[in-house]
Structure formats: structure tokens, C-alpha cells
Nanobody, 126 residues
Framework: QVQLVESGGGLVQAGGSLRVSCAAS????????MGWFRQAPGKEREFVAT????????YYEHSVKGRFTISRDNSKNTMYLQMNSLKPEDTAVYYC???????????????????WGQGTQVTVSS
């Protein structure tokens, strides 16, 4: 079992930056692929970014590529999402997710993940 807790969300103006964090407990995240998803009211939870177990490989949804950076510090059992040049359409609850992985791969589908945090709200105003 691994427990995930997001933090760092808040209210920012368009063009601003935030860094959200995902702290894991119960197990080391060194054996897990991890990802960030977001969900706006009335919308499906959508993929944002993913990172493999070592942090060597990452992948981003098209609309955030170049603006967001996913990273992990396995020694701290923490994953991060640095969000720059924020836009109002980035407003959503941001969730972190983890999935046991032995291949060093990453995953972009929400159905591939077993463990989820409770989410942290990010609101971007015009």
C-alpha cells in the first residue's frame, strides 16, 4: 500500500507559477511509475504528465508541454509538478497517481493507476 497526499495548490493570476507536490508514504515510490491528472467541474479526469520509476523518462499532455515540468525525488518519496505560464484553462483539481511498475515505463491512462491522492485545487484567474 502507498498513500499519496497532494499539496501546493492555490489561486494565481494568469501567467503566474505554482508548484504542486505529492508526498508518498507506506512504501518507497522507487518501484512506481507516477503521474499527474486534473479534473475540472463537469469534466473527465484527464492526463497531465507522467514519469517513470527513475525519473529518466517523462511525457506530457500537449497543452502543458513546455510550461509544466514533472519531477521526482525518490530519496524524499515526493513527486512534483512545476507549473509556469498558467492559463485559466489550467484551473482544476490536480491529482497524483502511482502504479507498481517493473519495466521502467510510464502511463498516460487514468485506468492504469491503482493509487490516488485526494487532490489539490489550482485556480487561475484572468
Amino acid at each position: 500500500q502507498v498513500q499519496l497526499v497532494e499539496s501546493g495548490g492555490g489561486l494565481v493570476q494568469a501567467g503566474g507559477s505554482l508548484r504542486v507536490s505529492c508526498a508518498a508514504s507506506g512504501r518507497t515510490i522507487g518501484n512506481y511509475a507516477m503521474g499527474w491528472f486534473r479534473q475540472a467541474p463537469g469534466k473527465e479526469r484527464e492526463f497531465v504528465a507522467t514519469i517513470n520509476w527513475s525519473g529518466a523518462d517523462t511525457y506530457y499532455e500537449h497543452s502543458v508541454k513546455g510550461r509544466f515540468t514533472i519531477s521526482r525525488d525518490n530519496s524524499k518519496n515526493t513527486m512534483y509538478l512545476q507549473m509556469n505560464s498558467l492559463k485559466p484553462e489550467d484551473t482544476a483539481v490536480y491529482y497524483c497517481a502511482a502504479e507498481w511498475d517493473y519495466s521502467g515505463s510510464y502511463y498516460t491512462k487514468k485506468y492504469d493507476y491503482t493509487y490516488w491522492g485526494q487532490g489539490t485545487q489550482v485556480t487561475v484567474s484572468s
